[in-house]
């Protein structure tokens, strides 16, 4: 399982189907937008991560009770979570397009 720090905390992550499905439905962005990360809002970056939070902790089990409004404030108070969760992105997306094109 895939984590970043936020928050104060290791978090898992997921970056799939049903979590850029979510972040679709919550910005209105069509598919192929959601993987344009460069020209994401900052309302929309932190929607990004909580989505990810959110079906990061539904894989591995776990509840997530917070609101997106908290994920904001985590993200105010460490901006570097922002960089390393978008770096992760792009980096999981590569791999999941290559693994993809293997099959």
């Given at each position: 399982?895939?984590?970043?720090?936020?928050?104060g905390?290791?978090?898992p992550?997921?970056?799939?189907?049903?979590m850029?499905?979510?972040?679709?439905?919550?910005?209105?962005?069509?598919f192929?937008?959601?993987?344009?990360?460069s020209?994401?809002?900052?309302?929309?970056v932190?929607?990004?991560?909580?989505?990810?939070?959110?079906?990061?902790?539904?894989?591995?089990?776990?509840?997530?009770?917070?609101?997106?409004?908290?994920?904001?404030?985590?993200?105010?108070?460490?901006?570097?979570?922002?960089?390393?969760?978008?770096?992760?992105?792009?980096?999981?997306?590569?791999?999941?397009?290559?693994?993809?094109e293997?099959?």
């Amino acid at each position: 399982m895939n984590s970043i720090k936020i928050g104060g905390k290791d978090r898992p992550v997921n970056i799939g189907w049903d979590m850029l499905k979510a972040f679709g439905k919550s910005t209105g962005r069509a598919f192929g937008q959601v993987f344009e990360v460069s020209n994401l809002t900052f309302e929309e970056v932190e929607t990004l991560i909580y989505e990810a939070l959110v079906w990061g902790a539904k894989e591995n089990g776990d509840s997530f009770d917070t609101e997106p409004e908290e994920v904001a404030t985590w993200i105010s108070k460490d901006m570097r979570s922002v960089v390393e969760f978008i770096t992760f992105f792009g980096d999981e997306i590569q791999a999941q397009l290559g693994e993809e094109e293997k099959n």
